[in-house]
């Protein structure tokens, strides 16, 4: 007789995200209060590029009271403040709430007196020294070390702890412009790998026929659309119903929806759930009048700080979220609009943080959903070839 080992979960690949965020970095070993400069200076510099912020712990010695309708009970506030936007919570805010509230962030920086993060920048301060030494467990991935102009050195015990410490970068702590460049260099070797996304899972009712399969340029129009994207992703998939697997060529990937019943929705879920941490190039298979080009100028004015780089529709001023490209960060975003009822994918870009781009060639940007743009595409294609 066997048994088979009980699995409580379903087997999901998460996302490499600390206790904040991706990129988080706890600032540690000197006074909190040239911890906060030193945040204030590279958040200063990288913020026109990159959404930063911070974390730290109230320096308060004393019990104060709750601020605000949070005295009286209230569970939160919410405060539009005409510059900024103010939350007040009254609950104690667990891992995975912080996670969520951080979600868009590229770069997190934490005082480490009071808090840790994944990564570390450590600072010789000499009259901090024995507070150091008590946070040595937490000096797991030390990535920078900073001297303060009083120390001498890296401390003997730093040296113990961390054995490879001569080959982090070392640098002076009013060395601002090596900070900021170390920072700057972090984020954009960070930057999430491009997958490719041919959605070719619709059902196409309107147009009586699976237009994934229609033959424009020798081939099959969701083959023709995996080759384009081959130049410009590291891995190319096309996104299926599970029961068109088996008509897919052998020799493309495919990556079968895992939400079911959503359409293009769905698949882009399906993707972020096989590869949480890759941001993904995402093309419907209906645009036969598609080009290199117009794929081309989107990934090269891609911003990962956005949420996703999209096209803005030629027909009116909302983005095109079926040739877009869409960033890791996402993914709990188009989460968050499904729990409330929304699978709509432009929904989703309308009201985010997106890069919205022109089309140099807005006839690229045509997509076919029944007979009648079929037979408009054929004449378009016929007297481009004509005219060539």
């Not at 030494?133 to 937490?138: A, N, P, S, T, V």
């Not at 781009?357 to 070839?385: C, F, G, M, W």
Request: glycine residues 6%; aromatic residues 10%.
């Amino acid at each position: 007789m066997t048994s088979k080992e009980h699995k409580k979960h379903a087997d999901l690949k998460r996302p490499a995200i600390g206790n904040y965020g991706r990129n988080e970095w706890a600032i540690v070993g000197a006074p909190c209060v040239y911890i906060k400069g030193l945040a204030d200076k590279v958040i200063n510099a990288l913020s026109p590029a990159y959404k930063c912020a911070y974390a730290d712990t109230s320096h308060q010695d004393e019990i104060i009271q709750a601020p605000g309708r949070l005295a009286n009970g209230a569970y939160i506030e919410y405060t539009d403040q005409i510059n900024y936007h103010q939350f007040n919570i009254n609950s104690l805010n667990q891992p995975f709430g912080l996670r969520q509230q951080f979600v868009d962030a590229d770069l997190v920086l934490v005082n480490g007196n009071h808090q840790q993060a994944k990564s570390q920048v450590v600072i010789i301060y000499q009259n901090k020294r024995a507070s150091l030494q008590k946070r040595l467990e937490q000096l797991t991935n030390v990535e920078l070390i900073l001297l303060a102009e009083n120390a001498e050195g890296v401390f003997d015990f730093i040296q113990e702890a961390i054995p490879n410490w001569q080959e982090i970068p070392l640098y002076q702590l009013d060395d601002t412009d090596k900070i900021i460049a170390f920072f700057k260099n972090k984020l954009e070797s960070a930057k999430p790998i491009l997958n490719g996304l041919v959605l070719a899972g619709g059902k196409s009712e309107r147009m009586g026929f699976d237009k994934g399969t229609v033959n424009w340029f020798g081939k099959e129009q969701r083959y023709f659309l995996a080759d384009l994207l081959k130049p410009l992703s590291k891995e190319i998939f096309i996104s299926c119903r599970d029961d068109q697997r088996a008509g897919i060529a052998k020799e493309y990937r495919v990556l079968a929806d895992t939400f079911t019943g959503l359409g293009p929705f769905g698949a882009i879920l399906s993707a972020f759930r096989e590869q949480p941490d890759s941001a993904w190039l995402v093309i419907a298979c209906d645009l036969p009048l598609l080009d290199v080009e117009t794929i081309e100028y989107l990934v090269a004015n891609r911003d990962p700080s956005k949420i996703a780089t999209a096209y803005q529709s030629p027909d009116n001023e909302f983005p095109e979220p079926l040739i877009a490209m869409w960033e890791p960060k996402s993914y709990p975003q188009l989460l968050s609009f499904l729990s409330i009822g929304y699978s709509c994918p432009r929904k989703v870009l309308i009201n985010s943080d997106v890069k919205l781009l022109q089309a140099k060639n807005p006839e690229a940007l045509s997509n076919v959903n029944t007979p009648e743009d079929l037979e408009k595409v054929k004449r378009t294609l016929h007297q481009k070839i004509v005219g060539s």
